[in-house]
């Protein structure tokens, strides 16, 4: 069993910025994935960025060039620089992890990101 925590959400003003935090209890340096999901009131949970190990990252059209994700695999941690916020940035961010040689996907528990002025 893997477990993620997530850190680093609150409120910010618009154009603001935040880093989320997401510390994996395995290994990051065999995850296969490492991302982050969002959803918002009313609405399904969308892909925001993916890592993938072989360093490729994939991030949904809104939020190309303002959000960045990156390892820190010393740390088993995977972080989500988020800058230049909008409100619809707004929702409960998840951090998602598939790991090598396992069908399993891994959710953390969410945290909350508000961008409002």
């Known amino acids: 069993q893997v477990q993620l925590v997530e850190s680093g959400g609150g409120l910010v003003q618009p154009g603001g910025s935040l880093r989320l935090s997401c510390a994996a209890s395995?290994?990051?340096?065999?995850?296969?994935?490492m991302g982050w999901y969002r959803q918002a009131p009313g609405k399904q949970r969308d892909l925001v960025a993916i890592s993938r190990l072989g360093g490729t990252t994939t991030y949904t059209d809104s939020v190309k060039g303002r959000f960045t994700i990156s390892r820190d695999n010393a740390k088993n941690t995977v972080i989500l620089q988020m800058n230049n916020l909008k409100p619809e940035d707004t929702a409960i961010y998840y951090c998602y992890a598939e790991y090598l040689y396992s069908s399993r996907t891994y959710w953390g528990q969410g945290t909350q990101v508000t961008v409002s002025s």
């Open positions: 395995r290994n990051i340096s065999s995850g296969r994935i």
